[in-house]
């Protein structure tokens, strides 16, 4: 089974800009997920990508907890039936959440798509910010910001909501575009090897 539909360079390939590209993308563990690794015909876009997902990510500025961000992500990729981006951040955050009972109220939740079964009202706000994005965008109006504010989220955390959901829809169509697989990747990026 191949990684991708599309050549990926590996490492002992990689011209000069391509290894700096790489350097940049690599992982704790000292690899290069294919998501990034599938941009390696065009080292630019794996750069951009690896900006673009850091600045959404991981960021210090972002103030919505890190598992509340992953379990966006999550449904973003359930939505997109990505199943790349799935295994990976809800492996994140099922060990953000760090409560198996939850985790499980959540996952059962996701695999009904009822998130509002595992979740408080008013992060079901953002759920369902996410959903209406992600599958119906231009039906998305004033209101529905209104309702995330109404729900207590500040201006900043609304665009931290909208760029998870862009970027998810954003990666989820490159790896189902381009037939990516999980194969040689480490899933999830808290795996046991970081504890």
């Excluded at 590209?21 to 951009?48: E, F, I, K, Q």
């Excluded at 994140?92 to 998130?115: M, Q, T, V």
Aim: with cysteine; charged share 25%; glycine share 4%.
């Amino acid at each position: 089974m191949a990684a991708a539909w599309i050549e990926m360079v590996d490492d002992t390939n990689a011209n000069d800009e391509l290894r700096e590209a790489l350097a940049l993308a690599r992982t704790p563990h000292g690899t290069v997920d294919n998501v990034m690794r599938v941009h390696s015909l065009r080292p630019s876009t794996l750069v951009g990508h690896v900006v673009l997902y850091r600045a959404v990510l991981h960021d210090d500025a972002n103030t919505l907890p890190a598992w509340l961000q992953e379990c966006i992500a999550s449904w973003v990729s359930i939505l997109n039936e990505c199943g790349y981006s799935l295994a990976n951040h809800w492996a994140n955050a099922r060990h953000l959440i760090d409560d198996d009972p939850k985790a499980d109220r959540i996952e059962r939740a996701f695999e009904a798509r009822r998130p509002s079964d595992a979740f408080e009202a008013s992060e079901c706000a953002l759920f369902d910010y996410a959903q209406m994005l992600t599958l119906s965008p231009a039906s998305v109006a004033q209101a529905d910001i209104e309702t995330m504010r109404a729900a207590g989220y500040d201006d900043g955390e609304i665009l931290e909501v909208n760029q998870i959901v862009c970027y998810f829809n954003y990666v989820n169509r490159s790896l189902n575009g381009l037939g990516v697989t999980t194969e040689d990747d480490v899933i999830g990026y808290y795996s046991a090897d970081d504890e």
